[in-house]
């Protein structure tokens, strides 16, 4: 590790035995919500232009997602116990402002800023991370040279330049698994769990914003308080799928899994990938909420109609690509749920409220036929 990395920055760390607490810290929780702005940031993007919006927000999204969730991992096997690491996660989280900052002229006027804010946040992680697992130093290059790219496209013309630079950024870090082999990394199951589960209460928590922003300066009438309450049943019943169903089997099944690569990928694929769907879902969704507040009496445009259905849909499929990889059980009904979820938007160009109502009827139906096989499983099965 001293070839790596100077002596005096060069640390022992040993994994937290699975059998002791973990705790997510203050600052962990203080780092997360810097990612509020990110995300609101995404949403502003969609509901602008939901086509090209979406586009972008997939590609810039990837990247972030992929270094975002990279510091749960972080703070997973270093602990923000120390000042000096303390000072370098705060120095970090002025990176991601920066980058949050910036998300919206990334593919307009453009400007160096963005990668400047990337190249902080991944020289922090990387250096850090070194001090716990040298297997880390091939994603940490990989990580430099999506980087790297991000540079390329915005210091590049506008249009299909920067798209196609932000793609291959996204590209290079998410292709890390295939040849990564993930020896050397271990991963305490109730913390990393825990992390990703808080960052998907900030997005939901950007939902409720975006209610709020479409509000302002409207009337209080039907019109608006339908379509809010509405939006947060949406919510809820996403919040419910995910923490009341999915997380607390998750952590079961990690802890479970007793090998080390084995436990990381789980992670990856459960807890990485399939949340990129989860998240961008929630983004969708608020972009949706944006256009419905304040017009529940009203029918809504197609695309709206496409947010609203399709954010939900996107975020049930992610949520049956966790259960897949853990693996929890019955993780069709998600993708089934997710169909029906669809098949209801064509409501929205009736009446905005006939769809909100019919998506929260149908996802609460979801729940309930989930409870209900779920305990019948649980029920012994009669001796003859």
């Given at each position: 590790?001293?070839?790596?990395?100077?002596?005096?920055?060069?640390?022992?760390?040993?994994?937290?035995?699975?059998?002791?607490?973990?705790?997510?810290?203050?600052?962990?929780?203080?780092?997360?919500?810097?990612?509020?702005?990110?995300?609101?940031?995404?949403?502003?993007?969609?509901?602008?232009?939901?086509?090209?919006?979406?586009?972008?927000?997939?590609?810039?999204?990837?990247?972030?997602?992929?270094?975002?969730?990279?510091?749960?991992?972080?703070?997973?096997?270093?602990?923000?116990?120390?000042?000096?690491?303390?000072?370098?996660?705060?120095?970090?989280?002025?990176?991601?402002?920066?980058?949050?900052?910036?998300?919206?002229?990334?593919?307009?006027?453009?400007?160096?800023?963005?990668?400047?804010?990337?190249?902080?946040?991944?020289?922090?992680?990387?250096?850090?991370?070194?001090?716990?697992?040298?297997?880390?130093?091939?994603?940490?290059?990989?990580?430099?040279?999506?980087?790297?790219a991000v540079f390329a496209a915005e210091l590049g013309p506008?249009?299909?330049?920067?798209?196609?630079?932000?793609?291959?950024?996204?590209?290079?870090?998410?292709?890390?698994?295939?040849?990564?082999?993930?020896?050397?990394?271990?991963?305490?199951?109730?913390?990393?769990?825990?992390?990703?589960?808080?960052?998907?209460?900030?997005?939901?928590?950007?939902?409720?914003?975006?209610?709020?922003?479409?509000?302002?300066?409207?009337?209080?009438?039907?019109?608006?308080?339908?379509?809010?309450?509405?939006?947060?049943?949406?919510?809820?019943?996403?919040?419910?799928?995910?923490?009341?169903?999915?997380?607390?089997?998750?952590?079961?099944?990690?802890?479970?899994?007793?090998?080390?690569?084995?436990?990381?990928?789980?992670?990856?694929?459960?807890?990485?990938?399939?949340?990129?769907?989860?998240?961008?879902?929630?983004?969708?969704?608020?972009?949706?909420?944006?256009?419905?507040?304040?017009?529940?009496?009203?029918?809504?445009?197609?695309?709206?109609?496409?947010?609203?259905?399709?954010?939900?849909?996107m975020f049930l499929l992610g949520t049956a690509g966790l259960?897949?990889?853990?693996?929890?059980?019955?993780?069709?009904?998600?993708?089934?749920?997710?169909?029906?979820?669809?098949?209801?938007?064509?409501?929205?160009?009736?009446?905005?409220?006939?769809?909100?109502?019919a998506i929260v009827i149908v996802l609460i139906a979801g729940?309930?036929?989930?409870?209900?096989?779920?305990?019948?499983?649980?029920?012994?099965?009669?001796?003859?």
């Open positions: 590790m001293t070839r790596i990395l100077p002596s005096w920055f060069v640390e022992r760390i040993n994994p937290v035995p699975d059998e002791d607490d973990l705790p997510v810290s203050t600052l962990e929780l203080f780092f997360d919500l810097i990612f509020v702005f990110t995300v609101a940031q995404f949403t502003a993007i969609i509901a602008h232009d939901p086509l090209i919006g979406l586009l972008q927000t997939v590609l810039m999204f990837g990247f972030l997602w992929w270094i975002y969730a990279g510091y749960s991992w972080l703070t997973n096997v270093i602990p923000p116990e120390r000042p000096a690491r303390r000072i370098l996660l705060l120095i970090a989280m002025a990176g991601w402002l920066v980058i949050a900052l910036t998300i919206p002229a990334a593919f307009e006027s453009g400007g160096l800023w963005i990668a400047v804010g990337l190249l902080v946040v991944v020289l922090v992680h990387g250096l850090m991370y070194l001090q716990a697992a040298r297997a880390f130093g091939p994603v940490f290059i990989a990580n430099l040279a999506a980087v790297a506008e249009g299909l330049w920067r798209y196609v630079f932000w793609g291959l950024a996204t590209a290079i870090v998410w292709s890390v698994p295939i040849w990564h082999g993930q020896r050397g990394l271990n991963l305490h199951p109730a913390h990393i769990t825990e992390r990703h589960g808080l960052v998907v209460i900030v997005a939901l928590g950007e939902s409720v914003v975006a209610i709020g922003i479409g509000a302002a300066g409207l009337p209080i009438d039907a019109d608006l308080l339908v379509a809010a309450v509405l939006g947060l049943a949406i919510g809820a019943c996403m919040w419910w799928s995910l923490f009341v169903h999915d997380l607390p089997a998750t952590e079961h099944a990690l802890t479970a899994t007793t090998d080390a690569v084995k436990r990381v990928r789980k992670v990856l694929v459960g807890l990485s990938y399939s949340f990129i769907p989860v998240l961008i879902g929630i983004l969708v969704t608020a972009a949706g909420l944006k256009h419905a507040v304040g017009h529940a009496m009203e029918p809504l445009d197609p695309a709206s109609t496409l947010l609203l259905s399709g954010g939900v849909a259960r897949f990889s853990m693996p929890l059980p019955r993780p069709w009904e998600r993708v089934a749920l997710a169909a029906v979820v669809l098949l209801v938007a064509p409501l929205g160009l009736v009446n905005t409220a006939l769809q909100l109502g729940l309930e036929v989930e409870r209900r096989t779920a305990k019948a499983a649980l029920k012994p099965v009669p001796s003859e």
